[in-house]
């Protein structure tokens, strides 16, 4: 499985973005994905997760309300989209596939990640 990651970029503190994790191989519809992100002098840290029926999601609370996960297993794309940004939310996000866990450690696929800043 491959993915990678796109949709980042510069946003001011109360904007949005919509991050896309595009994957490719065939059993990849067949993973749970999560969004992980790791800001600068920081730990990677999880930030939500969504089963491979996608009927099961889940965010960290730091994000709540917030952020939103989806998929489209169609066109075999997670999508965060991220809502009323802080920043305190900049960071280089990636999503992963593996089993639904909030456990980075438990993926094991990545994506390149794709750079999120937002301006104050």
């Known amino acids: 499985v491959q993915l990678q990651a796109s949709g980042g970029g510069l946003v001011q503190a109360g904007g949005s973005l919509r991050l896309s994790c595009a994957a490719s191989?065939?059993?990849?519809?067949?993973?749970?994905v999560g969004w992980f992100r790791q800001a600068p002098g920081k730990e990677r840290e999880f930030v939500a997760q969504i089963s491979w029926r996608g009927d099961s999601a889940d965010y960290a609370d730091s994000v709540k309300n917030r952020f939103t996960i989806s998929r489209d297993n169609a066109q075999n794309t997670v999508y965060l989209q991220m809502n009323s940004l802080k920043p305190e939310d900049t960071a280089v996000y990636y999503c992963?596939?593996?089993?639904?866990?909030?456990?980075?450690?438990?993926?094991?696929?990545w994506g390149q990640g794709t750079l999120v800043t937002v301006s104050s």
């Open positions: 191989g065939r059993t990849a519809h067949s993973y749970a």
């Open positions: 992963a596939a593996g089993p639904y866990s909030r456990q980075r450690n438990a993926y094991r696929y």
